[in-house]
Every structure is written in structure tokens, then in C-alpha cells.
């Protein structure tokens, strides 16, 4: 083993320290001391390699919770989708129920189309009727004229007796 450059350190240490380093049986001041930096540099290794493996942890817990956080919230949206959906649906459905059947609509259909004719008819009818109404008066109108004429012509001979053409006094 390839011997390393020392370098000489002095240092004052409690008395009390000292004690309980002597009982942990090292042979030297200097096997005691070495071991001790030793176990230092192992904690500052430890401490070091903990702190990066805290840090790593530290994001990947973020890195986790921030995709925990964006996966509530995908599925906040899609049962808000899902809500949204099945109330469409039940519209849907209720319309439906609403809705008449198809077969009674088509026999309503034919229903009103037959009313529609009937109505067509009725119309020509009371055309008709009406013209006849026209006519009936017109008629009455001429009747009414001729009697008031004979009325007329009566009223007109009946005031003095006539007397016929060779009664001439």
C-alpha cells in the first residue's frame, strides 16, 4: 500500500472526551483521530448521498403529487362530462317518451287530410248555398215587384167604378 503525504494537526479535546475515546481501546492518539475523521467523512458521505436522495425523493414525491393533482382533475372533468351526458340523456328519453308514436301520427295525418277535404266540401256547399240564398232573393225581389204592380194597377182602377163604353151617362 502506497504510503500518503500526512499532514500534522494538534488540537485540545475535554478531558471527559478523552476519556471515552481511550475506552473505545485504540492504540495511539493518532489511530483515534484518523478513525474518527474517517467515520466523519463516511457521515458527510452519507449525509450527502441521504440529502440527494431527499432531494431526488423531494421531486419525485412533487413530480407524483403534481401528477395525482392533474389526474383529480381529469377526473373532476370527466365526471362532470359524465353528468352532463347522462342529463342530455335523460332529455333524450323523456322527449322520446313525449314524442308520439309514429303510426298515430301517420293515422292523425290521414285524419286531418280527410278533414281538410271534407272541409273543401262543405265550403263549396255553403258557396252554393249562399248563391242560392242570392237567387232566392233575387226571385223574392222580382215577385215582390210584380205584386206591388198588379196592387198597383188595381188601386189605380178601383176609385171610380169604370164604366163600360157604352154607358155614357
Known amino acids: ?5 500526512k499532514k500534522k494537526i ?13 475506552s473505545f481501546g485504540f ?4 489511530e483515534a483521530v484518523n478513525t474518527a475523521f474517517e467515520k466523519l467523512i463516511e457521515i458527510q458521505d452519507n449525509n450527502q448521498v441521504e440529502s440527494k436522495e431527499n ?25 362532470t362530462q359524465i353528468e352532463k351526458t347522462q342529463r342530455q340523456i335523460k332529455n333524450m328519453e323523456e322527449s322520446l317518451r313525449k314524442a308520439p308514436d309514429l303510426a298515430e301520427f301517420a293515422r292523425l295525418q290521414a285524419r286531418s287530410e280527410e278533414l281538410e277535404k271534407h272541409n273543401e266540401t ?3 256547399e255553403l258557396d252554393k248555398a249562399s248563391q242560392d240564398k242570392e237567387d232566392l232573393k233575387e226571385t223574392h225581389k222580382n215577385y215582390m215587384i210584380q205584386v206591388q204592380t198588379l196592387i198597383n ?3 189605380i182602377e178601383a176609385p171610380g167604378a169604370k ?4 154607358q155614357f151617362w
Open 122 to 124: 262543405l265550403k263549396k
Open 27 to 30: 492504540k495511539s492518539q493518532n
Open 55 to 79: 432531494q431526488i425523493e423531494s421531486k419525485n414525491n412533487q413530480i407524483e403529487s403534481n401528477t395525482i393533482n392533474e389526474l383529480r382533475a381529469r377526473l373532476e372533468e370527466k365526471d
Open 163 to 166: 164604366k163600360h163604353w157604352w
Open 1 to 5: 500500500m502506497p504510503t500518503e503525504e
Open 10 to 22: 494538534q488540537a485540545w479535546i475535554p478531558v471527559s472526551i478523552w476519556i471515552q475515546i481511550e
Open 153 to 155: 194597377q188595381k188601386a
